[in-house]
T-cell receptor, first 113, second 115 residues
Framework: DTGVSQNPRHKITKRGQNVTFRCDPI?????LYWYRQTLGQGPEFLTY????????KSRLLSDRFSAERPKGSFSTLEIQRTEQGDSAMYLC???????????FGPGTRLTVL | RKEVEQDPGPFNVPEGATVAFNCTYS??????FFWYRQDCRKEPKLLMS???SGNEDGRFTAQLNRASQYISLLIRDSKLSDSATYLC????????????????FGKGTLLTVNP
């Protein structure tokens, strides 16, 4: 499968714990995006990378959230001290240079108890 | 005003019906426009880009009216397999006025096509 992959697909954690998600983009794509989607809403932009550089962060991305893309390939999204409000689907997408189609991964569904 | 607003839905239509989705966006400097489709518990997938001249892909027709900041999607001869949530998506300019690669999604409109 040469699409965007995300791991894990599901994560259940207790409030206050830290979690980390991984995204592997389509191999030749240099842009990588993170979005969050809650029930009944469209995805909301969190942050994006061009190669290894993080170029924009949404106000939704509090200090508890950090994203990296150390070698310009896969990316990780870490949430520290999780809160119940962090429960959502976290979607990763990738695209080629330019304003082109963004291809989404299957998402990681986070449930914070 | 929300950045992207869509018909709230849901829409329930019989097979073969024609259904129209409407969407408005707030930033007149927005540069690119799309319709994405999202099946239940799946990721969004691009259905079609929307161009100023209007564009058609089989049973699907997309229209853009920049003056009214309005986007539409028309599905003709709807099929059971068209049942999904349809997301209106806009690519607004960055705060500096330059290119911006993030997508702004509407809430989506759920379509159910019934046999």
């Amino acid at each position: 499968d040469t699409g965007v992959s995300q791991n894990p697909r599901h994560k259940i954690t207790k409030r206050g714990q830290n979690v980390t998600f991984r995204c592997d983009p389509i191999s030749e794509h240099n842009r990588l995006y993170w979005y969050r989607q809650t029930l009944g809403q469209g995805p909301e932009f969190l942050t994006y990378f061009q190669n290894e550089a993080q170029l924009e962060k949404s106000r939704l991305l509090s200090d508890r959230f950090s994203a990296e893309r150390p070698k310009g390939s896969f990316s990780t999204l870490e949430i520290q001290r999780t809160e119940q409000g962090d429960s959502a689907m976290y979607l990763c997408a990738s695209s080629l240079q330019g304003i082109g189609e963004q291809f989404f991964g299957p998402g990681t569904r986070l449930t914070v108890l | 005003r929300k950045e992207v607003e869509q018909d709230p839905g849901p829409f329930n239509v019989p097979e073969g019906a024609t259904v129209a989705f409407n969407c408005t966006y707030s930033n007149s400097a927005s540069q690119s426009f799309f319709w994405y489709r999202q099946d239940c518990r799946k990721e969004p997938k691009l259905l079609m880009s929307v161009y100023s001249s209007g564009n058609e892909d089989g049973r699907f027709t997309a229209q853009l009216n920049r003056a009214s900041q309005y986007i539409s999607l028309l599905i003709r001869d709807s099929k059971l397999s068209d049942s999904a949530t349809y997301l209106c998506v806009v690519n607004p300019p960055s705060n500096s006025g330059g290119s911006n690669y993030k997508l702004t999604f509407g809430k989506g409109t759920l379509l159910t096509v019934n046999p």
